[in-house]
């Protein structure tokens, strides 16, 4: 057989759980609605535009 052939007649060693969990530091999502309240400003868009 060829070398390539016979890289692969076995299986790699086994990858430990505690190996496979990053702990890398994050920052905190920002807020998607940038501090404001949507609800209100539809209500304001569109639901006083027509009084």
Known sequence: ????????KQL???VRLE???TTAE????PDPDGD???DRD???RY???GV
């Open 1 to 8: 057989m060829t070398p390539d052939q016979d890289r692969f």
């Open 12 to 14: 790699p060693k086994r």
């Open 19 to 21: 190996d496979t969990i």
């Open 26 to 29: 994050t920052d905190p999502v």
């Open 36 to 38: 404001r309240d949507p």
């Open 42 to 44: 539809f209500l304001i």
């Open 47 to 49: 639901g006083l535009g």
